[in-house]
């Protein structure tokens, strides 16, 4: 069972990217899936979720708009397409799966991606 997070990399404010969560060893279909990022010394925090059977998304203030979450079950993967990004998106960004609905407590999300980083920089 493994969850993987990839996508990042370096990109100019402005700019876009699209991260990929992927399971391997499970259905990703089964679960709600949610994005949690965390910048250099801050915590953690929530940035966007899909539930897991009707598709219903949940956005933090901060990127409402210009992020934009979605599954593609045939692939077993969840994506998180930033566009217009900020140099305080500047960040890990983590998935993990939740066995029942989006939650914004991570201590109820079972089974977490290693973690792609996420640079915007001009």
């Known amino acids: 069972v493994q969850l993987q997070a990839y996508g990042g990399g370096l990109v100019q404010p402005g700019g876009s990217l699209r991260l990929s969560c992927e399971a391997s060893?499970?259905?990703?279909?089964?679960?709600?899936i949610a994005w949690f990022r965390q910048a250099p010394g801050k915590e953690r925090e929530g940035v966007s979720c899909?539930?897991?059977?009707?598709?219903?998304?949940y956005y933090a203030d901060s990127v409402k708009g210009r992020f934009t979450i979605s599954r593609d079950n045939a692939k077993n993967t969840v994506y998180l397409q930033m566009n217009s990004l900020k140099p305080e998106d500047t960040a890990v960004y983590y998935c993990?799966?939740?066995?029942?609905?989006?939650?914004?407590?991570?201590?109820?999300?079972?089974?977490w991606g290693q973690g792609t980083q996420v640079t915007v920089s001009s």
């Open positions: 993990a799966t939740h066995q029942t609905r989006c939650s914004g407590l991570e201590d109820e999300y079972d089974y």
């Open positions: 060893g499970f259905t990703l279909d089964n679960y709600a």
């Open positions: 899909i539930s897991r059977s009707d598709g219903i998304t």
